[in-house]
Structures are given as structure tokens and as C-alpha cells.
């Protein structure tokens, strides 16, 4: 499409009062900058991003998943505001779009009808019933006259339901035109894209308005619309991943990752948490269990288990109260109130309650290997690096810390000592014959 993106990611977002900034807060788990930059590649092959506050980390972060992307530092010290922010940019094509990226919610079909205008600049536009603390847009023959900040309307003015959602569509040659015209003689000595739409109408352009829905246009810049934002999103990706036929058990419950990936007929109970890049195939997910950066495949998990990053879990039931660790678990089954760390456990294998792989000595981590067919009695401890060989049995209540061989049973307990009466002596009790 003979479009150049320019994507906003400048401002500072004091409003969020936070030391992270603004565009990289997440937003069912990733930054929520990185929506407008996918929006942006489904759109145009010229994408820039314009940085200033913490400029570094953004593009650093940036680039971590995306390649192709030019960045643009504003000189915030001459040219502070939005229309500083679009100067001595060489794009590649006619037409630029400008975005923002704190407005995660923005998508390419949304986008579409503002693309398919033709006009000197087209922008974006939504009516609120309560239009308080927004400029107002007047629109006069299917064309925008005027761009007023609400200190400046009169009250006729103020009536006007129309509002600017900020997204701009500008022939380029406006822009080359306007942005060296642009002064900064307002309260907040700063440029403003909107000057240019006020420019363009006093000399004849054509400033087309489109109304778009006001849930795909909103912008983030405060905790709160930072939350309202991702039950926007979480919808969606809950929407999108039932229609694709994941069934979803009181589905405002659950969250799910941008990233999480599901194939095949899977069910998610409520409260479940699925975080990263996970990917659940042919699986139930029962109530209250979280799977974060794990593969779990033709498997049940929980009630109330987790399933941590580096986890595969295939062919298995994992019951509730479970955790896994970095383990590949292959046909097993616990059933309970077991930890599984930096373990390999094969087909046919059977975890009891209260068994833990002690993989860590305070300085390292070491792998526990479970073969097939092995029963680990229930309150085992396996003391890491240890390797167990298939058809073995361990007896309940035992503290492994040397390799089993197959075929054995493995056994470690203190005997069993039986003191008559010591309840009695010890309570002062006296009971019979005392």
C-alpha cells in the first residue's frame, strides 16, 4: 500500500506515574507500543517511530521483536509537540498516517475507512454524548472547518458532540507544506498537527472527517485506561480463540497472553491464567491453574497447578496443586501437592503426593531423570543430580540421593520406634493403670 506510518512514542506519560515508560507498559503482555508497530507493518512497508523520553530502552525493546523499523529521536528541546514530532522525517511515499503508540487498540480493519478517503488530510472523528475536556471538531458540508480546544469553544461550540481521535491521513506535500509554517505561540509553547489542519483549511483543502468507533481509538494515559485497555484486549483474544473453537468456561475470568497460541479442541476452565508464548494443544486447562511460557499437549492440568517457563507437558495428568519447572513430562501422571523442577519424566510414570525434585543446592540447579514405568511413593524427596531407571518403585516417605538402577526398589526410612504410655508421662495424664 503506498503508505508511510509514522508511529508517535515521544512523550514522557507523567499521567502514569511511573518510572517505566508510557508505550512499554504492558498490555496482555506485551508493551502496548508493540500493537501499533504490528498495525502499522500490516499497513505500510515505511514504518518510523519518533522517541525522545527514554529513547534507548524503547528502541532497544523494539527491536527485540520487530525488524524493518526506522527511529526517529524529536529535538525536544526546539521542537517540543506533536507537530515537532513529524518534522525532518523523509518518507517514502505520498501519503502518511499518523498514529500514536499509546493506542494499543488500533487495528488495520479499523484503520481502513480513514485509508480509503482521498483528501488533503483526513482525520479521525467519534461523538460523545459527554464530549467534556476534548477538542471539538466542526464539521460543515461533509468536511472539517475547524479544529477547537475546549477552553477556546463558545458554549454553541461546546454543544458539538464531534471529537478528534487522533489519528491523522496526510498527503505528503501537506506536510512538507504546513510543518515549516508551524509556531509555537500557544500556553504550551509547542507545535501541533492541529495547526496544520487550521492552516490547510484557511488556504481551500480538502480536510475529510471519518467516524470511527471510539474502542479501537482510545489512548493510554493513565493506570486506569490502562486497565480498561486490556479488558478491551482480553476480549478480543478471548473472542478470537473461541470462535476459533476453544471453549471457555465463564470466559471473563480468564486471561489470556497476546502470544498463547491454542490448536485443537481445547478447554479452558474458569479462572485460568495463560501467560507468554504457551502453546495448548488438545488440552483441558482446569479452573484456577496457570501455564506461563510452557507447550502442554494431549494433557489435563489442575485444578490450581502451575506450569512454568520452559515446561512441556505431553500425554499426562498433572492434578491439582502441582507445580512444574523447566520439566518435560512425557505419559505421567501426579495427581498432587508435588514440585517438579529440571526434570525428565517418562511414559507410564506415577507421581505421588508430597514428591519434590530438590534441584537446587543454593548455587546451582541439577536435573532429576525419571524413566519409564516407575511409582515414586508418596512425601519423596529426590535429591538432584539423579537419574532414575525405568520400571522402578520407590517407597513412600523416601529420600533419594544416589541412582536407582532398573527393576530396584529404592527405600530410606528411620526405624519405626513405639515408646508405651509416652502420651500419658508426657501430658501428666496418668490414663489406665497409672
Same mark, same amino acid.
Given at each position: 500500500?503506498?503508505?508511510?506510518?509514522?508511529?508517535?512514542?515521544?512523550?514522557?506519560?507523567?499521567?502514569?506515574?511511573?518510572?517505566?515508560?508510557?508505550?512499554?507498559?504492558?498490555?496482555?503482555?506485551?508493551?502496548?507500543?508493540?500493537?501499533?508497530?504490528?498495525?502499522?507493518?500490516?499497513?505500510?512497508?515505511?514504518?518510523?517511530?519518533?522517541?525522545?523520553?527514554?529513547?534507548?530502552?524503547?528502541?532497544?525493546?523494539?527491536?527485540?521483536?520487530?525488524?524493518?523499523?526506522?527511529?526517529?529521536?524529536?529535538?525536544?528541546?526546539?521542537?517540543?509537540?506533536?507537530?515537532?514530532?513529524?518534522?525532518?522525517?523523509?518518507?517514502?511515499?505520498?501519503?502518511?498516517?499518523?498514529?500514536?503508540?499509546?493506542?494499543?487498540?488500533?487495528?488495520?480493519?479499523?484503520?481502513?475507512?480513514?485509508?480509503?478517503?482521498?483528501?488533503?488530510?483526513?482525520?479521525?472523528?467519534?461523538?460523545?454524548?459527554?464530549?467534556?475536556?476534548?477538542?471539538?471538531?466542526?464539521?460543515?458540508?461533509?468536511?472539517?472547518?475547524?479544529?477547537?480546544?475546549?477552553?477556546?469553544?463558545?458554549?454553541?461550540? @461546546?454543544?458539538?458532540?464531534?471529537?478528534?481521535?487522533?489519528?491523522?491521513?496526510? @498527503? @505528503?506535500?501537506?506536510?512538507?507544506?504546513?510543518?515549516?509554517?508551524?509556531?509555537?505561540?500557544?500556553?504550551?509553547?509547542?507545535?501541533?498537527?492541529?495547526?496544520?489542519?487550521?492552516?490547510?483549511?484557511?488556504?481551500?483543502?480538502?480536510?475529510?472527517?471519518?467516524?470511527?468507533?471510539?474502542?479501537?481509538? @482510545?489512548?493510554?494515559?493513565?493506570?486506569?485506561?490502562?486497565?480498561?485497555?486490556?479488558?478491551?484486549?482480553?476480549?478480543?483474544?478471548?473472542?478470537?480463540?473461541?470462535?476459533?473453537?476453544?471453549?471457555?468456561?465463564?470466559?471473563?475470568?480468564?486471561?489470556?497472553?497476546?502470544?498463547?497460541?491454542?490448536?485443537?479442541?481445547?478447554?479452558?476452565?474458569?479462572?485460568?491464567?495463560?501467560?507468554?508464548?504457551?502453546?495448548?494443544?488438545?488440552?483441558?486447562?482446569?479452573?484456577?491453574?496457570?501455564?506461563?511460557?510452557?507447550?502442554?499437549?494431549?494433557?489435563?492440568?489442575?485444578?490450581?497447578?502451575?506450569?512454568?517457563?520452559?515446561?512441556?507437558?505431553?500425554?499426562?495428568?498433572?492434578?491439582?496443586?502441582?507445580?512444574?519447572?523447566?520439566?518435560?513430562?512425557?505419559?505421567?501422571?501426579?495427581?498432587?501437592?508435588?514440585?517438579?523442577?529440571?526434570?525428565?519424566?517418562?511414559?507410564?510414570?506415577?507421581?505421588?503426593?508430597?514428591?519434590?525434585?530438590?534441584?537446587?543446592?543454593?548455587?546451582?540447579?541439577?536435573?532429576?531423570?525419571?524413566?519409564?514405568?516407575?511409582?515414586?511413593?508418596?512425601?519423596?524427596?529426590?535429591?538432584?543430580?539423579?537419574?532414575?531407571?525405568?520400571?522402578?518403585?520407590?517407597?513412600?516417605?523416601?529420600?533419594?540421593?544416589?541412582?536407582?538402577?532398573?527393576?530396584?526398589?529404592?527405600?530410606?526410612?528411620?526405624?519405626?520406634?513405639?515408646?508405651?504410655?509416652?502420651?500419658?508421662?508426657?501430658?501428666?495424664?496418668?490414663?489406665?493403670?497409672?
Amino acid at each position: 500500500m503506498n503508505i508511510s506510518v509514522i508511529i508517535l512514542a515521544a512523550g514522557q506519560g507523567t499521567r502514569m506515574k511511573s518510572e517505566l515508560p508510557k508505550v512499554l507498559h504492558p498490555i496482555s503482555g506485551r508493551p502496548m507500543i508493540h500493537y501499533a508497530i504490528e498495525t502499522a507493518q500490516r499497513i505500510s512497508d515505511d514504518v518510523t517511530v519518533v522517541l525522545f523520553h527514554q529513547a534507548e530502552r524503547i528502541e532497544k525493546e523494539i527491536t527485540r521483536e520487530f525488524e524493518g523499523i526506522r527511529f526517529k529521536l524529536q529535538d525536544h528541546a526546539n521542537y517540543p509537540g506533536t507537530g515537532g514530532a513529524v518534522m525532518d522525517i523523509a518518507t517514502r511515499h505520498d501519503r502518511v498516517l499518523v498514529l500514536n503508540g499509546d493506542m494499543p487498540l488500533v487495528t488495520a480493519e479499523a484503520l481502513e475507512p480513514i485509508l480509503q478517503k482521498d483528501g488533503d488530510i483526513v482525520m479521525s472523528v467519534f461523538d460523545l454524548p459527554d464530549p467534556s475536556g476534548y477538542g471539538r471538531v466542526v464539521v460543515e458540508n461533509g468536511e472539517v472547518q475547524a479544529i477547537v480546544e475546549e477552553k477556546d469553544c463558545t458554549p454553541e461550540l @461546546k454543544r458539538i458532540e464531534t471529537v478528534n481521535a487522533g489519528v491523522y491521513l496526510f @498527503k @505528503k506535500e501537506v506536510l512538507d507544506r504546513y510543518l515549516p509554517l508551524l509556531d509555537n505561540d500557544n500556553a504550551q509553547a509547542e507545535y501541533y498537527l492541529t495547526d496544520i489542519v487550521k492552516m490547510a483549511r484557511e488556504e481551500g483543502r480538502h480536510i475529510i472527517p471519518v467516524w470511527v468507533e471510539e474502542a479501537a481509538f @482510545k489512548g493510554v494515559n493513565s493506570r486506569y485506561d490502562l486497565a480498561h485497555a486490556e479488558e478491551m484486549m482480553q476480549e478480543r483474544i478471548r473472542e478470537r480463540w473461541m470462535r476459533a473453537g476453544v471453549t471457555m468456561h465463564l470466559p471473563s475470568t480468564i486471561f489470556i497472553d497476546s502470544r498463547a497460541t491454542f490448536h485443537g479442541d481445547c478447554t479452558l476452565d474458569n479462572g485460568v491464567t495463560i501467560l507468554g508464548a504457551s502453546v495448548v494443544t488438545a488440552s483441558h486447562i482446569k479452573s484456577h491453574t496457570v501455564v506461563e511460557e510452557a507447550d502442554i499437549k494431549n494433557s489435563s492440568v489442575g485444578p490450581m497447578a502451575r506450569i512454568r517457563p520452559g515446561s512441556v507437558v505431553i500425554d499426562s495428568q498433572i492434578g491439582n496443586f502441582v507445580e512444574v519447572k523447566k520439566s518435560k513430562l512425557t505419559g505421567v501422571k501426579a495427581g498432587h501437592l508435588s514440585y517438579l523442577g529440571d526434570a525428565e519424566i517418562e511414559e507410564g510414570s506415577n507421581i505421588g503426593a508430597g514428591t519434590i525434585t530438590c534441584n537446587y543446592d543454593g548455587r546451582k540447579k541439577y536435573k532429576t531423570k525419571i524413566g519409564r514405568n516407575v511409582f515414586v511413593g508418596s512425601d519423596t524427596q529426590l535429591v538432584a543430580p539423579v537419574t532414575i531407571e525405568d520400571n522402578v518403585m520407590i517407597a513412600a516417605g523416601t529420600t533419594v540421593t544416589k541412582d536407582v538402577k532398573e527393576g530396584s526398589l529404592a527405600i530410606s526410612r528411620t526405624p519405626q520406634k513405639i515408646v508405651e504410655r509416652f502420651f500419658h508421662r508426657f501430658f501428666g495424664t496418668g490414663g489406665e493403670n497409672g
